[in-house]
Every structure is written in structure tokens, then in C-alpha cells.
């Protein structure tokens, strides 16, 4: 018996060093406490693998986004910092303005602990513009007791456009854990919505023993807040939902929709950041308001094999109405994959993604996410390629731009398809097929994309490409993102990610990828934004100058790029850095 637990000792203390390893938080509370670091202000701030256009504070750690929103012609994120190191802890709301979400500037912290209902803690929310165009925030209290409680902010001064001062009324907490709610796991309030009684109402993530919660509450003044009798939706198996998500998409065309609007024309997204995983899915429904519930649609499952923005690294995403152009803006976070001990000497950690449009996809099952077109000013010197075929086991470098911080767009014509791998229907996880036939095994039609962030003898390369296979029915196009080869350095965690892209190969013969490379981030679109996979990478020799870029194709069956163009992007306003 002894030797037992001998044994399972050691296996525990395995499992949380290469949990540390690779950055997965494991303690409730979302994110793994290190009282000794949290509070270790970096010594120097190593720009080595800073991105150059991803939204980043000059130093320290960052985390979830933040109330998004739009007010009076300034866009404001906020987002989950330290301000003290670079691990997590310490957390504060930072905040940023920008009139272009591309160029920002940083302002003071806009909600700090400094009162009971969240001493220990401000913790994630949103916010809601009130009628009469008055934004409001609502987020997480950690209170003495490390109870979640949810807290109301309002700007202090309305005519200030950067709304840099916010104000935390007495009568703090407004929603509290109480009836049987779990207060260690009762966090990250919606963005709220108006329903046709003249009632707002939002979601609370929580979990009942292992199902996954989202608590609803109502309001007719936006403080006094009731808890439903039934949640807006909820599934069994799937531990604590951090960061729901939920709003209203058009069902035909790119445009967005105020999360309070509501028409026969609408669907509905509901998101969540599943703690146990640390992936988020999303399901795509209706909203029964004459019941308050949401209802994915039959195809639209709510466990680990559904629907993600982002196949890679991403979490604790948020989106909002952007009413100035019409549009839904997605932001979310990526974490470091290096070590704990790289992001302290770093001296910082964590990136938010590009912010991206999303809209439904016309067949109604998925979403499209595509960077905001503003991103596009940043387009500098291009290079291009244009009806070229790479022959079988072909490579061929796209050069006279700086590829560390670049963006490619490709798209590929594969005509001839007899050769296409039969596709195995066992073949369920798109992941696991990705980390099976990796970059360097031969293929019948693919793999073929880039190899980005490469060494010049190639030891070094994330490669991002595509294979399609044949199944009785159909051709099946995968998209892969494999850093596996990234880097030289040992103690890094470089997973494999993937995805199935619902393209018609057969249609048209084509299939497009474009991939925003910036120096230690690698975010990619498959299939015109119909994947999505963000991965971070730290090379030892491809950085800077000395990174290349290629297209290849590895499989058996000729390719041909019909069009190739790629932009040396240029770095904006990052906050002061
Ligand atoms: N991060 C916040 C929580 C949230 C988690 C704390 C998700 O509110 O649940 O920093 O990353």
C-alpha cells in the first residue's frame, strides 16, 4: 500500500511539472497561483519574440480581453493584467483606446481591487452600452472570503473619450453566490441584452458537480438583478464554463448585430472557455425567448469534438457589436508556450489575437472569422507569386520582404485529385490525424502550404498546409498547423493543432490560406476564415532577418499557386512600446 502511494505521489508531481511546462493552469480559479513570482517586476524586457501588430502592454502578464466595446468613435479594450510580473496574479482591468483597434494607446488601469467586493480580485466581464448610449461594466469580484461576486462599474465622466476614470458604486456586489451556487466557480458576466418584457438579462459561467452553467439573471434597472428559474443553457460532463459568450449573427451577409436586436432573421452563437480542457466551443442555435432558452441546432454539438474560433492557442475569448461598422469583432487571448521561468526572464507574457469580423458561414452550421480590414494599412513592401506549379516534393522561398512579421495570402488550385489518400471514417480527430502525417510525410494530394518562421537549412520551420483525402462521398480537405520543427531550443511545448475545413475542393479545385506571422505568433485562416489556428512559436535561428518563407508541396500530386502575395506588415502604436 505504502508503494502505492509512493508511486501516485510521484505521478501527481509529474503531472503538475509538465502541466507547469506547458502553461495549463490547474487550480480552481482558472489560473495557477505562484505567490513567489507574481510580484517579480521584470528586470529587462527581451523584445527577441515580442509580436510586432499583436496587441500587447510593453512588460508583464496578460490574459483574458475584456469588455470590448465601441463608444463615441473610440474603440476600448480592456483586458486581464499584472502589473507587477510576468506570471499571473495581481490582476487588474488595464485599458487601452484606439481609433482603428490596429493602433493603440495605453491609459491608466480602469478597475483595480480597492474595496471589499473585489480586494481579492478583479476578474473578467463585459460591457453593455445602456440606452441613452451610456456604457457600463460588469465583471468579477473576488471578495475576502474568495467568493466570485459579480460588480458594477459606470465611467466617472462621460465626455472624456477615453473613459479613463470608472467608478465602483457601495452598493457593490449587485449579483452574489447564493441559492446553491458554487462562489469558487460563479464568474465572467455577458455582455447583457434587452428582452421584449423591457428586462435585461446576462449569463454567469458556473457548474453544477460536472456540468457546465450558464446562470441566467434579469434586470429591469440593470442593478437588482433575479436569477432565473432555468439557465439559458447548460451541458452535462463539461466542468466550469469560463468567458460564455452570447449573441445574435444575421443569417445571410458579413453584418453584425447588436446583442440586444432581435428578428426572425437571426441565429445565435453561445461560446464557452471550458476550464477542464482550456479550449473554448462554440454551438450555433436559436433563442427561444418565450422560454429564455438557448437551443443549439441538431448538428451543432456542445462537447470536446465541436465547433472552435481557433483550432490553437485560444482562450477566454470575447466579442462585441462594433455599431460604428456594422460588424461583430471577436477578440481572444493567446498564451506563451515557452516555460514559466522563459516569460519571467522575458519579462512578459501573453498576446491577444488580431481582432476578427465573424458573421455566419451561408450554410448556416459554422462561423467565418476574417481580420478586420484595418489591419490592411499595415501592409508594407509585397512580394508576389502567380501561376506557378510546384511539382511534386517542389519548394520555392518567397523572398525580398522581412517574413518575421508578415502577411501571406495564398491560394492553391488542386485539379487533379486520382490521387487523393483514402480517407479513413475513424478518422474523427482532426488533431491526431494532423500529429499521424505531419509535415514530412508524403501524401497523395498535399501536404502542400508554407513553411513559415524557417532557418535557411531549414532545421527550423512551422508548417502550415493542407491534405485531401478521399472519402465515398466526398473529398475531405484537412488543415494542419505543426510547429513541431519550430525551434532548436528544448522546453517547449509545440503541439500539433488541426481542423477539417468544409470546402468543396471538387467545385472549384481551390483552396486558400492566409497566415499573420509576427515573430513568435503564427494565427492562420483556412478556407477563407473558415478555420482558424493560432500557435506560438520561439525560434533560435529563424528570427528576424534570418527567418524565411516558403511554399511547398510535399505530396505526390502537382499544385499550383494561382496567386501568392506577401506584406512585410508595419508595426503601429502598441501602447507605448
Ligand atoms: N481568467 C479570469 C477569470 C476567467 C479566467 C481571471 C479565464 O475571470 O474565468 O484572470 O482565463
Known sequence: MERFYRVLWVFMVLLFCWRDIINVEVVDGSHLVLEDLQSVSAAVVDTKYKTGYHFQPPEHWINDPNGPMYYNGVYHLFYQYNPKGAV???????????????????VDPAIYPSKPFDINGCWSGSATILPGNKPVILYTGVDPQNQQVQNIAFPKNLSDPDLREWVKPDYNPIIAPVDGINGSAFRDPTTAWLGPDRRWRLVIGTKRRSRGVAVMYRSKDFIHW?????????????GMWECPDFFPV??????????SEYNGELKYVFKVSLDLTRY???????????????????????????????????YASKSFFDAGKKRRILWGWTNESDSRQDDIDKGWAGIQTVPRAVWLDPSGKQLIQWPIEELERLRGRLVSVKNKVLRSGGLVEISGILTSQANVVVSFEVTALVKAERFDPSWSDPQKLCERKGTEAKGGVGPFGLLVLASSGKEEYTSVFFRIFKSPTKYVALMCQDPSRSSVRAGLYKPVYGAFVDVDIKRNGQIALRSLIDHSAVESFGGEGRVCITSRVYPGMAVGSNAHLYAFNYGAEDVRILDLKAWEMKKPLMNGA
Request: glycine residues 12%.
Open 280 to 314: 473554448e466551443y462554440y454551438t450555433i442555435g436559436s433563442y427561444r425567448r418565450d422560454l429564455d432558452k438557448y437551443v443549439p441546432d441538431g448538428a451543432s454539438v456542445d462537447n470536446g469534438s465541436g465547433l472552435r474560433y481557433d483550432y490553437g492557442n485560444f
Open 250 to 259: 444575421a443569417m445571410r451577409g458579413v453584418r453584425g448585430v447588436d446583442t
Open 88 to 106: 499571473w496574479g495581481n490582476i487588474v482591468w488595464a485599458h487601452s483606446v484606439s481609433t482603428d483597434m490596429i493602433n493603440w494607446r495605453a
Open 226 to 238: 433575479v436569477r432565473a428559474k432555468h439557465p439559458l443553457h447548460s451541458a452535462a460532463g463539461t
